[in-house]
Nanobody, 128 residues
Framework: QEDLVESGGGSVSSGGSLRLSCTASGIIRSSDCLGWFRQVPGKERKGIAA????????AYSNAVKGRFIISRDGDKKTLYLQMNNLKPEDTAMYYC?????????????????????WGQGTQVTVSS
């Protein structure tokens, strides 16, 4: 179900930064697990960042750890992905997702089938 709205994608040079946003206030506020995924043409969608809303804990894939930060704003209406030191291999379509009854290790695993709410995607292109 595509009922989240992403924004903030675009084109940037290697080493640059972008911040993606994801909104749908009621869903972002009430979900137990929030995540960011990305997909390149011809490949499967992969989870890269997870936020367990019960305690604010986060988890990242090895590909983005130390460079990307997932967060939710104070009024819990918007999910963010701050992307720093971007690399050409980060070029992809980025999706936000939300899930209920998914926490802890299950949330961190970012199982695609566990997320019932998705955005339409926003393109990020990083040039070398």
């Amino acid at each position: 179900q595509e009922d989240l709205v992403e924004s903030g994608g675009g084109s940037v040079s290697s080493g640059g930064s972008l911040r993606l946003s994801c909104t749908a206030s009621g869903i972002i506020r009430s979900s137990d697990c929030l995540g960011w995924f990305r997909q390149v043409p011809g490949k499967e969608r992969k989870g890269i960042a997870a936020l367990d809303t019960s305690d604010g804990s986060t988890a990242y894939s090895n590909a983005v750890k130390g460079r990307f930060i997932i967060s939710r704003d104070g009024d819990k209406k918007t999910l963010y992905l701050q992307m720093n030191n971007l690399k050409p291999e980060d070029t992809a379509m980025y999706y936000c997702a939300a899930a209920s009854a998914l926490g802890g290790d299950w949330c961190y695993a970012l199982p695609i089938g566990g997320f019932g709410h998705w955005g339409q995607g926003t393109q990020v292109t990083v040039s070398s």
